[in-house]
C-alpha cells in the first residue's frame, strides 16, 4: 500500500506540474476572407393582406403562392438540366464509367419527370 500511495502522490505531482505551466497564447480569431451569399437573389415575401375570416380568398392566395413557386422551379429545372447534359457531354468525352455517366443520367430524368409534373 505504500507502494501505491506513493505512485499516486507522483501522479498527482506530475498533474499539478503539468497544469501550473503557463498557457500558450491562442492565435486570435479573425472572420475569413471571404463569405459566400447564401441566397442569390433575395424576392419579398408575399403577405397575404386579406380579411382573415375570409378562408376561400386566403386558400387562392396560398395557391397562387404554390402555383409562382412551380414554376420559378420549371425554369431553374431546365437551367440546371442544360448544365447537366454539358457535364454529362464531357464525362462520355473524357470516357467515365458507365455507372458514373448513368447517375447523371437518372438525375436529369428526374428533373425532366418532376418539370413535367410540375407543368400540368
Known sequence: T??????????Q????????TSPQPLPPIT???????IVKNTQPVAQYGGDLN??????D??????????????????AKILKLEELLAKGRQKKLSQEQLQV?????????QMQINLKD
Open 2 to 11: 505504500a507502494d501505491m500511495t506513493q505512485e499516486l502522490k507522483s501522479t
Open 13 to 20: 505531482l506530475n498533474t499539478v506540474t503539468t497544469n501550473n
Open 31 to 37: 472572420s475569413p476572407a471571404y463569405l459566400p451569399n
Open 54 to 59: 375570409n378562408h376561400q380568398a386566403y386558400q
Open 61 to 78: 392566395f396560398h395557391l397562387e403562392q404554390q402555383r409562382q413557386l412551380e414554376q420559378r422551379f420549371v425554369i431553374a429545372a431546365q
Open 104 to 112: 447523371a443520367i437518372d438525375k436529369i430524368n428526374a428533373l425532366k
